[in-house]
């Protein structure tokens, strides 16, 4: 399944980046790269020599996908073990954010309170969004958070 780059290969939603060479990722991007997804080489391209954010949500987020995933019969729980093994493994440090401004974000964007946290870590932290979310992206684009392009 996954290892080697970012220390395990795991497939990543969304990456937040600035100048400073940081970025936020989203769960989903995450993901992509744990799960061996076509977009992997392509994200884990677009993230090398950054240092990763996270929102604060982003472990339950991937243990959620993870299992999900089990539940769907999209993959195994062996592919699950390996994909959280690997998670575990990849440099990413979660931001602490105001939970209020991430719901209310949320609210205003008609998003999911998970994405509103991505978006509250991106404007906290002053960071670019890297995301396979459309509705996030543009979500994002209105509230004056730059993309990162992949």
């Known amino acids: 399944m996954c290892h080697g780059e970012w220390s395990s290969q795991l497939s990543v939603p969304h990456l937040i980046a600035d100048i400073t060479k ?13 799960l061996n997804e076509p977009t992997r080489r392509a994200l884990v391209n677009a993230t090398e020599g950054y240092s990763l954010v996270g929102a604060p949500s982003l ?15 999209r993959i195994s729980a062996a592919d699950v ?30 998003l999911y309170a998970y994405d509103g946290y991505v978006l509250e870590t991106a404007l906290a932290e002053g960071l670019a969004l890297l995301t396979l979310d459309l509705g996030l992206a543009r979500a994002a684009q209105k509230i004056g958070v730059k993309l990162k392009e992949f």
């Not at 472990?59 to 019969?73: D, F, Q, S, T, Y």
């Not at 979660?94 to 974000?105: F, Q």
């Open 81 to 110: 073990q390996q994909a959280w093994a690997s998670y575990q493994s990849v440099p990413v440090r979660l931001a602490h954010i105001d939970a209020g401004r991430a719901v209310n974000l949320a609210l205003e964007s008609g």
């Open 59 to 73: 472990p339950w987020e991937i243990g959620n996908a993870l299992v999900a995933g089990v539940r769907r019969k």
């Open 22 to 34: 940081r970025c936020l990722r989203h769960p989903a991007v995450l993901l992509a790269v744990l």
